[in-house]
């Protein structure tokens, strides 16, 4: 009985292709669920919080204002450019952290997009002052990191439950708890000492930690569950 000739493995000269082709640090970071589910969206809402930036430094130069100065009244042009950025920044303070959370999860973006406008004000003022600026700021954006975790929760699991499903990755759950943490420390403290004036333009944010608090109670219940059954 005639053997047949020995086929060759078309395998052995195949080239290996990775499973996962390898990222470079900045793909990783828009790949990160720190920051979004789809990259694109991120880079979209890096890209808007540098033009935001920009915005309030713009609007600082043209007033020609030095480091801690006061800036003064240029005329009807300059005013108007000034409201402007001013409504502008408000409204990225009051809904960009929120809006972000529910188009692309990421809840360290989330959190930065409260806090730029106040970052770009204080650092070129070169203080730093627990004021209802920042109050706000960390109540906002603590309550978009925390939403972004649930969206980015729903998105990874498919269950409208994500608490139930499984442990969020380490690095959001970590990020998001100190975040919570450290905002809930900083505005007590800021209420403790603030002007009654100060305290009353606060309070209609606080709404804001309902969100915060709804998604903290039911990680943490969900988690207390889970370590009675085992």
């Given at each position: 009985?005639?053997?047949?000739?020995?086929?060759?493995?078309?395998?052995?000269?195949?080239?290996?292709?990775?499973?996962?082709?390898?990222?470079?640090?900045?793909?990783?970071?828009?790949?990160?669920?720190?920051?979004?589910?789809?990259?694109?969206?991120?880079?979209?809402?890096?890209?808007?919080?540098?033009?935001?930036?920009?915005?309030?430094?713009?609007?600082?130069?043209?007033?020609?204002?030095?480091?801690?100065?006061?800036?003064?009244?240029?005329?009807?042009?300059?005013?108007?450019?000034?409201?402007?950025?001013?409504?502008?920044?408000?409204?990225?303070?009051?809904?960009?952290?929120?809006?972000?959370?529910?188009?692309?999860?990421?809840?360290?973006?989330?959190?930065?997009?409260?806090?730029?406008?106040?970052?770009?004000?204080?650092?070129?003022?070169?203080?730093?002052?627990?004021?209802?600026?920042?109050?706000?700021?960390?109540?906002?954006?603590?309550?978009?990191?925390?939403?972004?975790?649930?969206?980015?929760?729903?998105?990874?699991?498919?269950?409208?439950?994500?608490?139930?499903?499984?442990?969020?990755?380490?690095?959001?759950?970590?990020?998001?708890?100190?975040?919570?943490?450290?905002?809930?420390?900083?505005?007590?403290?800021f209420l403790a000492s603030a002007p009654g004036g100060q305290t009353d333009a606060y309070l209609p944010f606080a709404v804001y930690w309902v969100?915060?608090?709804?998604?903290?109670?039911?990680?943490?219940?969900?988690?207390?569950?889970?370590?009675?059954?085992?």
């Amino acid at each position: 009985m005639s053997k047949r000739p020995a086929q060759p493995d078309s395998t052995a000269d195949e080239e290996f292709v990775p499973d996962v082709e390898p990222r470079g640090w900045g793909q990783s970071v828009v790949h990160h669920p720190l920051f979004g589910v789809h990259p694109r969206r991120t880079v979209a809402a890096v890209a808007t919080i540098v033009g935001l930036a920009a915005l309030n430094l713009a609007s600082l130069y043209v007033s020609g204002a030095g480091p801690g100065e006061r800036v003064q009244s240029l005329g009807p042009a300059f005013d108007s450019f000034t409201a402007f950025v001013i409504v502008v920044s408000l409204l990225v303070v009051a809904v960009g952290p929120l809006a972000y959370a529910c188009w692309n999860g990421g809840p360290a973006l989330s959190f930065v997009f409260a806090l730029v406008p106040w970052l770009v004000g204080e650092t070129l003022a070169f203080r730093w002052v627990l004021d209802v600026d920042l109050a706000v700021s960390l109540t906002t954006g603590v309550a978009g990191a925390a939403l972004a975790l649930v969206v980015g929760e729903i998105r990874r699991t498919g269950s409208m439950r994500p608490w139930r499903a499984r442990s969020p990755p380490t690095p959001v759950a970590l990020f998001v708890g100190c975040a919570t943490v450290g905002s809930f420390a900083l505005v007590g403290r800021f209420l403790a000492s603030a002007p009654g004036g100060q305290t009353d333009a606060y309070l209609p944010f606080a709404v804001y930690w309902v969100v915060t608090l709804a998604v903290a109670g039911a990680y943490v219940a969900s988690w207390a569950n889970r370590r009675r059954s085992r």
